[in-house]
C-alpha cells in the first residue's frame, strides 16, 4: 500500500523511509489481526496469504492513487484551455514532464488530504480491513475487483467536474473573441487573445479554488468509502 499511495510513493521519500513505516505500522497494527485458519509459516499457504494481502494492499493504495490522479488530469486540462500547458518541468515524482497547472492541483490535493488527516484515516481503514478481511487464503473477489474499476471511470468524470468552470469560463471568453473579430475583421486577435486568455486562466483558477477544494475532498470521501465497499463485500462472500 505504501508503494502506491500518494504521498508516501513519492521519490522523495527512500525505500527504506517507507520499509521502516511499514514495519512501524505491522507492529502497532498486529494485536488487531485475526486469523480465520492456522497458516504454517513454512507451509505453500503461506505464500498464497501473502500474495492476497499484496494485493488488498495494492488495491487500497490505487484507490487513493486514482484520486490524486483524478485532480492532476483536471489541472492538466486547465492548463490545456489556459495556454499554460507549455510551463512543463520534469515531475520528480513520476520522472515525465508535467505541466505546471497539473503539479499545482496535485501540491493543493496533497496539503487538504494531510489537513483532513487524510493519512490517519487510510491507517484507520487499513487497521480495519485486517477485522473485516481477516487473514485467510482467500482475496478480493472479482465482484470487488470490477467494482473498483467501474468507480475509477466515475472519478475522472470527477475530475470534468472540476475542471468545469475553468472551461465554461473560457468558453464565454473564446465567445467574446469571436464577437470581436466578426464586429471588427481587421483587429488581429492572435497578438492579443493569448495574453488575455492567460491572465484571465489565472483570475478563473483562482476564484475556482474553493469549488475545486469541495470537489476533491468529496472524491476522498468516495474514495474511503469504496474501500469500505469492497472490504465489506468480501466479508459477506
Do not use: C
Not at 490505487?62 to 484520486?67: C, E, K
Not at 520528480?92 to 503539479?103: C, E, F, L, N
Amino acid at each position: 500500500m505504501l508503494s502506491v499511495a500518494p504521498l508516501v510513493s513519492s521519490r522523495s521519500i527512500s525505500v527504506r523511509v517507507r520499509g521502516a513505516l511499514a514495519v512501524v505500522l505491522a507492529i502497532a497494527i498486529a494485536p488487531m489481526v485475526r486469523y480465520e485458519t492456522v497458516i504454517d509459516p513454512f507451509g505453500l499457504d503461506t505464500w498464497l496469504v501473502v500474495s492476497h494481502q499484496i494485493i488488498i494492499g495494492f488495491a487500497m493504495g490505487l484507490v487513493l492513487r486514482i484520486v490524486f490522479t483524478t485532480l492532476e488530469t483536471a489541472g492538466h486540462l486547465i492548463g490545456i484551455l489556459t495556454g499554460l500547458g507549455f510551463a512543463q518541468f520534469i515531475d520528480p515524482d513520476s520522472g515525465v514532464p508535467t505541466p505546471a497547472v497539473g503539479r499545482l492541483y496535485a501540491v493543493i490535493g496533497s496539503l487538504l488530504f494531510l489537513a483532513l488527516n487524510g493519512h490517519i484515516i487510510l491507517i484507520l481503514v487499513v487497521a480495519k480491513s485486517f477485522e473485516v478481511m481477516p487473514v485467510s487464503t482467500t482475496g478480493l473477489s472479482a465482484d470487488s475487483v470490477w467494482q473498483m474499476l467501474e468507480w475509477a471511470g466515475l472519478m475522472f468524470a470527477g475530475g470534468v467536474l472540476i475542471a468545469l468552470p475553468v472551461v465554461a469560463g473560457l468558453l464565454f471568453v473564446n465567445v467574446g473573441f469571436g464577437v470581436m473579430t466578426r464586429s471588427s475583421p481587421q483587429f488581429n486577435i492572435f497578438s492579443v487573445g493569448f495574453a488575455i486568455t492567460i491572465s484571465l486562466g489565472f483570475v478563473i483558477i483562482l476564484f475556482s479554488l474553493p469549488y475545486t477544494a469541495d470537489q476533491f475532498i468529496g472524491l476522498l470521501e468516495s474514495g474511503f468509502v469504496q474501500m469500505d465497499q469492497f472490504e465489506l463485500g468480501q466479508n459477506r462472500i
